[in-house]
Structure formats: C-alpha cells, structure tokens
C-alpha cells in the first residue's frame, strides 16, 4: 500500500490546517491509520490514530481539544484537522498505517506501523 500525505504548508500561530492521507495500491484493509510529527532534532511523536473498524480515535496530549482525527473509508482517505496551531507544533507530519489491529495503548507507537508515507510540511509561525 503507498500512503500520501498532503495539506502542509505556512500558518500564523491560532490558524488552522488540514492534513489528507490518501492510501492507494494493494487492497489492504487497514486497521488503523496514525498520524506523526517530527520536529528538527527530536524523535518522532505519534499525534493522533483512527481505528477502521468503529471509527475510534486517539490523541496525544498536546493536541487533545485542538486536532481532530477523521476518515473517509471510501475514498481510503484519513483527515487531520488541525486548529489552533501553536510554533511547537511545526513539524513533518506523517501518515502510517497498519493491517492488523493494536490495542489503544499502542496506536502512537511508531514501532508497530509497517507502511509510512512521506511526509507534508507544517510551519507555524508566530
């Protein structure tokens, strides 16, 4: 399966913005899609994961209340709305997506992902 993120871009800190993850390719049913960010320098945090099967979502701390996971299973499609946009949230933002499912507790864990797409670009200025 390929995975391609878009929506990325320059926004003034309060902004908003909307990531698309597009997945093509195979027939893989995915189990759950995530999103991740990684700054310059740091490791590479897991945002937010949107399970298929019920629609049920995640998200890291940081962005509770202001990023909002969403999918669209017949277009393959996986959303991430992003309001409220702070300077520490500029990033590459990545889109991974997995075949079988994984308890919530283990969703933003990059480790267990086996298909990453490239990544779109998110800079928030202040």
């Known amino acids: 399966v390929q995975l391609q993120a878009s929506g990325g871009g320059l926004v003034q800190a309060g902004g908003p913005l909307r990531l698309s993850c597009a997945a093509s390719?195979?027939?893989?049913?995915?189990?759950?899609i995530a999103w991740f960010r990684q700054a310059p320098g740091k490791e590479r945090e897991g945002v937010s994961c949107?399970?298929?099967?019920?629609?049920?979502?995640y998200y890291t701390g940081s962005v509770r209340r202001r990023f909002t996971i969403s999918r669209d299973n017949a277009k393959n499609t996986v959303f991430l709305q992003m309001n409220s946009l702070r300077p520490e949230d500029t990033a590459v933002y990545f889109c991974a997506t997995r075949a079988v499912r994984v308890p919530v507790s283990a969703c933003l864990n990059p480790a267990v992902y086996d298909y990453w797409g490239k990544g779109t670009l998110v800079t928030v200025s202040s």
């Open positions: 390719g195979s027939s893989l049913d995915y189990a759950l």
């Open positions: 949107i399970y298929r099967s019920g629609g049920s979502t």
